[in-house]
């Protein structure tokens, strides 16, 4: 699977993860820029050049925008996959592993840092006061992931716009930042044409199946609203998000709720210290979702943990849901 997943990533990476020649990232301008992120103007008085990021889809945005020269290093745990067969391996090996846990703000004044590249959830948070208030204090400008803006709607709930627009928006303003805009583009047109492909052979209507995305949790499940990534990979690869109505990106539910709408299919996040395996077996012993279609039938499909968060790994993922899903019975 890891060599199958390289091979499609490659189709849909930039150059710089494939080894063909792509701009310099070196032509960037001086001038200040002003970006919409969440809602909000942003002004950089300068082009970054020692960008640090947290976590593993905000890292490999940079990477296939061939940005790892403009990058001081980056933090993530080191449970999230296997890194090895990705395009962007180079990047790995060019860039510093800052910390296998997160950013902190000894570790981005370490790094000598200009921009913080990180989401809520995915490095920023409250409790610690790693925030982009805290970092604008201490000089330090960030941007944040758009997949995590907070909406307002509760104190916690995230995203404001549909994934792969969030996914889009994240390419376009970096590459404003960055002064790479024709890669940006030609990445953003890459992934559209890719996804469409899909969506072209996709189930339509009542033949599309019924798709529960189960994170992590045994009392109640962490699992993706309308806002998270899963979102519009299940909906592109032809499937239907049990939880299109939960407003929020990553958030827990009830197990009732899943028993209740009766998924033909569950994807599987790997990561962490329980695997997929594990994870597997404790769905298919579950007494509570015994009567449930995709536990009878065992329709239960892994995507990485870096194909389900906002990253420039959505698109394959978009591509191997929908061959899975295309082998689904219509009506069970």
């Known amino acids: 699977m890891r060599k199958v997943l390289a091979a499609a990533l490659c189709l849909a990476a930039t150059a710089t993860g494939c080894g ?17 992120n969440c809602g909000r103007q942003v002004t950089y008085d300068k082009v970054p050049r020692r960008a640090v990021t947290n976590d593993v889809g905000i890292t490999e945005l940079m990477f296939a ?7 001081a290093g980056f933090a993530m745990p080191d449970d999230k996959g296997d890194l090895s067969a990705v395009p962007w391996k180079k990047g790995y090996d060019r860039v510093k592993w800052l910390s296998k846990d997160q950013l902190t703000k000894e570790n981005v004044f370490d790094a000598h840092a200009d921009l913080v590249f990180a989401g809520w959830n995915y ?4 409790d610690a006061g ?24 509760t104190k916690s709930s995230r995203g404001i716009m549909p994934p792969l627009d969030a996914l889009y928006a ?41 798709v529960f995305l189960y994170d992590s949790g045994q009392d109640t499940p962490f699992t993706s609203g309308r806002y998270a990534a899963p979102e519009q990979i299940i909906t592109e690869a ?63 499909v892994t995507l990485d943990y870096g194909d389900l968060v906002e990253s420039p790994r959505n698109p394959s993922a978009i591509a191997r849901l929908g061959a899975y899903l295309r082998t689904v019975p219509t009506g069970r």
């Open 20 to 36: 063909a020649t792509v701009e310099s990232s070196g032509d960037a301008k001086s001038a200040a820029i002003t970006l919409t």
């Open 65 to 71: 925008l061939g940005l790892e020269d403009r990058m």
């Open 123 to 126: 490095g920023f948070r409250e």
């Open 130 to 153: 790693f925030t982009p208030d805290a970092l604008d204090k201490l000089g330090i400008p960030s941007y944040v992931l758009t997949e995590s803006c907070h909406n307002g709607r």
């Open 170 to 210: 994240d390419l376009t303003n970096l590459g404003r930042l960055f002064g790479v805009e024709k890669r940006a583009a030609a990445l953003i047109a890459r992934f559209r044409k890719q996804i469409a492909d899909v969506r072209a052979k996709a189930p339509k209507g009542a033949d599309r199946p019924s």
């Open 238 to 300: 032809g499937g239907v998000n049990v939880m299109h109505d939960v407003a929020d990106s990553w958030t827990t539910v009830g197990w009732e709720s899943v028993v209740e709408r009766d998924p033909d299919v569950i994807v599987i996040c790997d990561y962490g210290d329980v695997g997929a395996e594990q994870k597997k077996k404790f769905l298919l012993s579950y007494a509570p979702l015994r009567g449930v279609s995709a536990v009878k039938h065992r329709r239960i």
